[in-house]
């Protein structure tokens, strides 16, 4: 099965974002502080351990971003180590869960490397990356990587090109790009990459789509569908939670700008919402969220993994109050 499939098996699945890390929190900035970290620089001492423990727990996808430079104006330095790098160390600890990006930048990289960086986490983890990819929305890091911010939507095509094609068009005859891509690459997309809507839906294998809520989603997922083909699941629509999953079950639901607190009922009653408006994956990012991550994994994975994670997911979705803020 390919990771394109294995992404929505049964119809609909959640994952996890890195940085495994709450430090969007006041215990959180309390501690970055006495540590010397950064602004949006987090505690990676248990990111091995977290890794571990969502693969075992039955966590579906692992998303990591790509983030070259730390600048302080945005205040977020993502999971701080190289993507492709730190998905190669994932594929060495951990066993099942899938490997995401979300996304790779693709302009401000060399075409060649990039396809020989992807081609290598596909190799070690078992066939288990899931590439998102991008064309960038921080200017100051094209011309430091020595490349055109104005031009970076015509610089993604001619990559994806490559990334599907193989190299040889670009390589004189004998020359090639070791390890071989053994299946194709899993193409998933992070907004438009300067591209037109039909480019998209016919060149990408999937949608990564910004934060929203249930209504946000059914047209955005409608949009989708529209251009990539109405068939669900074959071309996933994932997007992601910033999640404050609170102590008591019953706590109602609670937004923010990108994600909501409450208790796992309300949890369960956003994730059944988001998957009737045709959600297929949702990554669930923890870094708001005020309890420890062992912890709120192992609710998740006893309360709502085994709920959304079966071969026929036409579950009811239960009566919750939930009050919406």
């Known amino acids: 099965m390919t990771a394109l499939a294995r992404l929505t098996e049964g119809g609909f699945s959640i994952g ?71 998905l190669g160390y994932l594929a060495g600890v951990t066993q099942n869960i899938l490997l ?13 490397l990039t396809l020989k960086s992807a081609a290598t986490v596909q190799r070690l983890s078992g066939n288990r990356l899931l590439l998102g990819v991008a064309s960038g ?19 993604f095509r001619e990559q994806v090109a490559l990334l599907r094609e193989g190299p040889q068009a670009r390589l004189p005859d004998g020359l090639d790009v070791l390890p071989r891509v053994e299946s194709p690459l899993p193409l998933l997309v992070a907004g438009l990459a300067q591209q037109t809507p039909s480019w998209v839906g016919e060149h990408m ?22 251009v990539a083909g109405g068939k669900p699941h074959t071309k996933p629509y994932a997007s992601f939670i910033h999640l404050d999953l609170a102590e008591n079950a019953d706590e109602p639901l609670q937004r923010w700008r990108f994600g909501l607190r409450g ?6 009653a956003e994730l059944h919402a988001l998957r009737a408006a045709g959600v297929d994956h949702i990554g669930l990012h923890f870094r708001r969220n005020q309890r420890p991550l062992d912890e709120t994994f192992h609710e998740i994975a006893e309360h709502v993994l085994p709920i959304f994670h079966r071969s026929s997911a036409k579950v009811a979705a239960p009566a919750v109050e939930i009050c919406n803020v």
Request: charged residues 30%.
């Open 16 to 86: 996890i974002e890195a940085p495994l890390d709450n430090d969007w929190t006041l215990a959180g900035e309390q501690a970055r502080r006495q540590t010397g970290r950064l602004p949006g620089e987090p505690d990676l001492r248990r990111h091995a351990e977290l890794a571990r423990l969502a693969d075992r727990l039955g966590f579906r996808a692992l998303w990591v971003r790509d983030v070259p430079l730390y600048d302080p104006s945005f205040g977020d330095a993502a999971q701080v180590f190289e993507v492709f790098s730190y």
């Open 100 to 112: 995401g990006t979300a996304a790779v930048v693709l302009p401000i990289r060399e075409p060649l």
């Open 137 to 155: 929305d921080r200017p100051v890091e094209y011309p430091l990587f020595g490349r055109d911010f104005e031009g970076r939507g015509a610089n």
């Open 205 to 226: 294998d999937g949608c990564l789509a910004y934060p929203g809520t249930p209504e946000d989603h059914a047209r955005r997922v409608a949009a989708w569908r529209d």
């Open 263 to 268: 208790g796992r009922k309300a949890l369960i």
